[in-house]
Structures are given as C-alpha cells and as structure tokens.
Nanobody, 124 residues
Framework: QVQLVESGGGLVQAGGSLRLSCAAS????????MGWFRQAPGKEREFVAA????????YYADSVKGRFTISRDNAKNTVYLQMNSLKPEDTAVYYC?????????????????WGQGTQVTVSS
C-alpha cells in the first residue's frame, strides 16, 4: 500500500511559478514510477508528467513541455512538480499517482495509487 499526499497548490498570476510536492508513505516508494495528472472543471483527468522509479527518465505532455519539471527524491519519498510560466489554462486540481513499474506512463489505468489532489489556480 502507498498513500500519497499532495501539497503546494494555490493561487498565482499568469507567468508565475509553483512547486507541487507529493509525499508518499511506505518503504517501497523507489519501486514505483510516479506521475502527475490534472483535472479542470468539466474536463477529463489528463496526463501532465511522469518519472521512472530511478528518476532517470521523464515524460511530459506537450502542453507543459519546457515549462514544467518533474523530479523525485527517493530518500525523502517525495516527488515534485516545478511549474514555471504558468498560464490560466493550467488551472486544475493536480493529482500525483504511483505505478508499480519501472518507467513512467501516460495512461491513468496504469497507476495503482492516487493522492487526493491539490488545487492550482492561475489568474490572468
């Protein structure tokens, strides 16, 4: 079992930055690939970024490539999402998720555990 708790969301102006954190319980954190997804009101949950269990491989949605950076610290059981140059269309609830596999995944169904989400609001 893995429990995930996100933090770091909030209200920011367009062009600003936020850093999301996701703290995981359990001693097997380093065995999971981790991902970030987001869901805006009235829209489906979508992939944002993912990272392999070693941190050696990262994956991004085209909409955030060059602006967001995913990273992890296995010693701290934490995965991060650094978000720069934020746009109003980045407004959503952001979720972290854990997948029992080496590489990250773009697909929701491959993730086994989910956090409760943290709200990110970008004002124009």
């Amino acid at each position: 079992q893995v429990q995930l708790v996100e933090s770091g969301g909030g209200l920011v102006q367009a062009g600003g930055s936020l850093r999301l954190s996701c703290a995981a319980s359990g001693r097997t954190f380093s065995s999971y690939a981790m991902g970030w997804f987001r869901q805006a009101p009235g829209k489906e949950r979508e992939f944002v970024a993912a990272i392999s269990w070693s941190g050696g491989s990262t994956y991004y949605a085209d909409s955030v490539k060059g602006r967001f950076t995913i990273s992890r610290d296995n010693a701290k059981n934490t995965v991060y999402l650094q978000m720069n140059s934020l746009k109003p269309e980045d407004t959503a609830v952001y979720y972290c998720a854990a997948a029992w596999k080496y590489s990250g995944s773009y697909y929701l169904y491959e993730y086994d555990y989910w956090g409760q989400g943290t709200q990110v609001t970008v004002s124009s």
